[in-house]
């Protein structure tokens, strides 16, 4: 299908690049039924070198050729910025390209997509667990997946795929760092197929620059750098890399790996974290609620966090409660919170670790509470899934300083497919792991997905 991409990038208004037209051509390959031989594609490449153009020509070739109407999903390292790059990005460059005319742009909140009128539609999906469930896709793209830092996406679409026997996922991305592990584990995939010449339905690109070479020599960048002298002159790249740090140059623009944990960044931006804080957030007392306990592994600290959300805006508001030294108070100070009026939502029942706050059960059952125990396969879910709320804003927050310092105390513990928060240094981070159980509780309780719908 390579020189058939070709004539959809120019019926979009440009012309492929070398490295563009070869990805076409490997990657469009077809068997002799005329599905895609080469069901996943990798292509990992240095910033601008024109991911953007080749990903709008495959989604509308492919929109546009198939016989039935074609789902595709686009995805990025968030659905806002996804949402971003589809209206700012892909709907003008459709909208001002001979192909306008075949189509039109939705842009209701929530539903955004560009449909087809042969009822072929590019949407977007949020990265996490049960988004994808419900629906099938033809065609999954996903772009800087290097943000992706567990299983999630993988988790989500690929079920979606099943039914359908000409699907491609095709993944775009420059280089990451050691919590790109999504994306570290397609590149250690691809290299090893690669150096094998095994074949086993998956393409593999990467351009970049090996770690031997100058990565300052500019000889070197047109060498491998492919979209060098095309798409970004060499003046920019020795800008660039006069002015950014050296790790961040090597990755963004010479696509190679870097380690960045003795930079030991904050896993929850200050940046996303302040933006949702507001002194004067209350909870909505019609809103569904949770409750939820944790304590230190070592039991030296415990706290109490809830989660309600508001009926009219639909945000989220976290907060700790109360966090002390030990477990002993915990059962009849939730007790003692949940009879109090007006505390109804949260339906008298209280959500745990039994691994962190088994020892607590007999007590909270015993005053007449139900106690929620959460899987402990649920724990890295209910912790990536509050991460997506940070990155969607779901949440307010008073910016209460216990709750603040936990959040920039936290870092991520890598457990198989998942991870889940760990502290790192002195301050506790029970209260943000008791708002995330807190949150979980209440995501879980708006999904409404019952396991026994699963069998037929």
Request: glycine share 8%; net charge negative.
């Amino acid at each position: 299908m390579g020189a058939e991409l070709r004539s959809t990038a120019l019926d979009l208004g440009w012309d492929f690049m070398p490295w563009q037209q070869l990805v076409a051509d490997v990657a469009g390959e077809l068997d002799p039924d005329g599905s895609p031989h080469y069901q996943i594609v990798v292509v990992t490449i240095h910033r601008q070198g024109g991911k953007t153009t080749l990903i709008l020509a495959i989604e509308s070739h492919r929109s546009l050729v198939w016989a039935r109407p074609q789902r595709i999903v686009y995805v990025a390292q968030t659905r806002a910025m996804a949402r971003e790059k589809l209206l700012e990005d892909q709907i003008p460059m459709l909208e001002h390209s001979m192909l306008g005319d075949l189509g039109r742009p939705r842009l209701q909140s929530g539903s955004e997509a560009w449909r087809w009128s042969n009822g072929s539609r590019i949407g977007l999906m949020s990265n996490t667990k049960k988004s994808g469930h419900g629906g099938t896709n033809d065609l999954i793209v996903g772009d800087e997946i290097f943000a992706q830092i567990d299983w999630r996406l993988e988790q989500s679409l690929m079920p979606t795929l099943a039914t359908k026997q000409d699907w491609q996922w095709w993944n775009f991305s420059t280089a990451g760092d050691e919590s790109s592990v999504f994306l570290l584990d397609k590149v250690r995939r691809g290299r090893h197929l690669v150096e094998t010449g095994q074949d086993s339905r998956i393409a593999y690109f990467e351009w970049s620059i090996p770690v031997e070479e100058d990565i300052d020599d500019p000889a070197v960048w047109l060498k491998y750098l492919p979209a060098v002298g095309l798409t970004i002159r060499v003046e920019e790249l020795q800008t660039f890399r006069a002015n950014m740090p050296d790790a961040e140059f090597r990755r963004a623009f010479g696509n190679q790996w870097v380690d960045r944990s003795e930079e030991r960044p904050r896993v929850i931006a200050a940046a996303p974290w302040d933006a949702m804080s507001d002194p004067a957030a209350r909870r909505d007392p019609a809103g569904e609620g949770r409750l939820a306990v944790d304590s230190a592994p070592d039991g030296s600290t415990s706290s109490i966090g809830i989660a309600v959300r508001n009926a009219g805006t639909g945000k989220v508001h976290i907060e700790a409660l109360e966090t002390r030294p030990g477990t002993a108070w915990v059962s009849a100070r939730v007790k003692e919170i949940l009879d109090r009026p007006g505390r109804e939502q949260f339906e008298n029942r209280v959500t745990l670790s039994l691994k962190t706050c088994g020892q607590l059960v007999p007590a909270l059952e015993k005053a007449g509470l139900r106690v929620d125990p959460l899987p402990a396969q649920d724990w890295d879910s209910a912790c990536a899934r509050f991460m997506t709320g940070v990155e969607e804003s779901e949440f307010e927050h008073l910016g209460d300083p216990e709750l603040d310092a936990a959040v920039a105390a936290a870092d991520k513990k890598v457990s198989g497919d998942g991870w889940h928060w760990n502290r790192r240094g002195e301050e506790p981070i029970s209260p943000l792991c008791a708002v995330t159980l807190a949150f979980w509780a209440l995501v879980k309780a708006d999904d409404g997905y019952d396991v026994l719908d699963s069998f037929f």
